[in-house]
């Protein structure tokens, strides 16, 4: 009896603590690995509104700005993937490698209020969002352990939302991963060949004949990938080439206004299609970590391009196995640019 108070009450605080991370000796992808137990859902109030007595530790605060937008916090995820105590210990199991999950877990609240979504904020309380995601981004990679940080949010119960409060999420990793490494590779190699940047190339030809272009303003651009991976699909980069958006978002020149009202409008659009979506930002790896071995950071600054990619989710049905492993898209990027495009939006 003792011990099963005991096992409950570690699960109640340490929910995750007996996951690894696994790599796949064929793919070269990391896999998180562990049992995971049942959190019970938490009793009470919402821990990320004012004053809450369960509010998780806040790492990080940004005071409201002139432009009326703010305060606003990053917090350490209740039941965090990541550990930011100890060393990863890479090691090997046979021909296997595994490593400790340490990394970071922040939980970002966008906003004080429980029933404002980014979308229907001010592009003011935006701003101060991507002010305190960029800060965040930068204070982490001073960590040499972390190789990759990024945000991401999840929406809608098609996307396993979390929490009620309107949050984003950031995670600090030992690894880059698999999705990011394909694109850094991939650019990589295109520069190698070319010394362009295939997102520069892209983003002209697009804007060339702007059938899959939404919005196009004088520093940032909305458009749906010529090979969308789901419907809707639908990604925000900036015009001029910038490998870090941290490094962008908290320089003179960045046009946060500008971007924030686009990823506003993008958002707005995005939820009139569907109720649940995916957003996340691929931004430059860590590059106080110079790798010789990982060559992907020699020409990085270069090569790479950031981005914000959102992926609507269509149906809550599961796809049929082949679909799986190679994507489908029931609508052309052409006719979703279109679609988009044609929606009154402000
Ligand atoms: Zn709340
Ligand atoms: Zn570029
Ligand atoms: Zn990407």
Known sequence: MANHLLTALANLCFPRCSMELRKDPIT????????????????????????????????????????????????????????????????????????????????????????????????????????????????????????????????????????????????ATTFVPRRVLYELRASRDYYLEKERCVFCDTLGQELRNPIRIVEALNHYVSMCPFASRVPYEIWIMPRKHESSFERSITSKSAHLGELAGLIRRTLQRVMSISESFYLVLHTVPNTYQKSNILQYWKTVDEDYHWHIEI??????????????????THISSESAAEKYRKLSIR
Not at 68 to 73: F, H, L, T
């Open 311 to 328: 992926l609507p989710i269509m149906g809550t049905k599961a796809k049929p196995y082949f679909l799986k492993e190679v994507y489908y």
């Open 28 to 171: 070269r992808s990391w896999v998180i690995v562990g049992d995971d137990v049942e959190r019970p859902a938490q009793p009470g109030h919402c821990p990320f509104c004012p004053g809450a007595q369960n509010a998780p530790q806040v790492i990080a605060t940004l005071n409201g700005n002139e432009l009326g937008g703010g305060p606003i916090s990053a917090m350490v995820h209740p039941a965090p993937l990541y550990r930011i105590e100890g060393e990863p210990h890479r090691h090997a199991e046979g021909i296997y490698d595994a490593m400790n999950t340490v990394g970071a877990h922040e939980v970002l609240v966008q906003s004080i209020r429980h029933d404002i979504e980014l979308w229907q904020s001010s592009d003011a309380e935006i701003s101060q969002f991507l002010l305190l995601t960029a800060q965040r981004i930068q204070d982490l990679k001073g960590d040499l352990r972390f190789k990759y940080v990024t945000m991401f949010k999840n929406h809608g119960p098609a996307a396993s939302q979390e929490f009620d409060h309107p949050v984003s999420e950031l995670t």
